[in-house]
């Protein structure tokens, strides 16, 4: 069992940056692959970025957001550059033991969520 905490959320100006922060429980973390996906009112979740366990294998909706991950501190990080009002939604993560299995959306764990708000 693996439970996934997001936080790092907040209101930010476009242009601006934020590091959001899933913090996972239990000892497994270093074997899984993690994601992060966005979902926004009133539109389907959509994925935004990907790393594989050993965090050499990566995918990113767009450059200007970057997957780290920390595996000594059993944290995935989404740091996030020249924000756009169209960032603005929920960020969830995600993990899975298998690396294309949570890029596709079918993660078995996720977090609750953390509200990310791009606006002047």
């Known amino acids: 069992q693996v439970q996934l905490v997001e936080s790092g959320g907040g209101l930010v100006q476009p242009g601006g940056s934020l590091r959001l922060f899933c913090a996972a429980s239990?000892?497994?973390?270093?074997?899984?692959?993690m994601a992060w996906f966005r979902q926004a009112p009133g539109k389907e979740r959509e994925f935004v970025a990907a790393?594989?366990?050993?965090?050499g294998t990566g995918d990113s909706m767009t450059g200007r957001f970057i997957i780290p991950r920390d595996n000594a501190k059993n944290t995935l990080y989404l740091q996030t550059n020249n924000l756009k009002p169209e960032d603005t939604a929920v960020y969830y993560c995600?993990?899975?033991?298998?690396?294309?299995?949570?890029?596709?959306?079918?993660?078995?764990?996720w977090g609750q969520g953390t509200q990310v708000t791009v606006s002047s």
């Open positions: 995600t993990a899975d033991p298998t690396y294309w299995t949570v890029v596709a959306g079918g993660g078995t764990y």
């Open positions: 239990g000892r497994t973390f270093s074997t899984f692959a």
């Open positions: 790393i594989d366990w050993s965090g």
